[in-house]
């Protein structure tokens, strides 16, 4: 894991509330661009819809970069056997892509898109403490359930 890039300890720690913790816009900005330096180069932002959508979008947009999105889907099926259903990128994909997604969470979903993309590198605001996939790029650890500041509480 030495070789990833994490602002854990740099950002102040969120809100905290009894379902678990709030980002604020604030928060969210400064995990962003604090990681700024590692991540601007990259040609395209290919977002994991859903939670991708907003950081991709907004990476895309504060370097003039290309933005794509890739729709997976992760579910537990009829035995509770983890499953992740890929439906298709919408967008052009060019040049060094960068996987967004909001967190990794059990990392399945990470898993199904670098094998769609091998060549692509990842990024998450956040990561969970038991997550598989330690994307190249993430903000820091958390074990509780996270609000973004997007999200209805």
Known sequence: MDNKRCVE????STSQQDTGIKVTWEEYAKIMLDLET?????????AIANGGIIPAG???????????????????????????SFGGIFGKPEGRILL???VSDTGETFIKAKELLPQAD?????????TKFV?????????????YPWERE
């Not at 991540?39 to 395209?44: A, E, G, R, V």
């Not at 994307?135 to 609000?147: H, L, N, Q, T, V």
């Open 135 to 147: 994307p190249d790029y993430y903000g820091r650890k958390e074990s509780r359930w996270i609000i």
């Open 122 to 130: 990842t990024f998450a605001l956040f990561i969970k403490p038991a």
């Open 9 to 12: 300890g740099k950002v102040k």
């Open 38 to 46: 590692w991540i601007k180069d990259y040609d395209t932002f290919l």
């Open 100 to 102: 967004v997604d909001d």
């Open 58 to 84: 907004h990476l895309a947009n504060w370097f003039d970069k290309k933005f794509a999105f890739m729709y997976l889907r992760h579910y537990e099926g009829k035995d509770k056997q983890a499953e992740v």
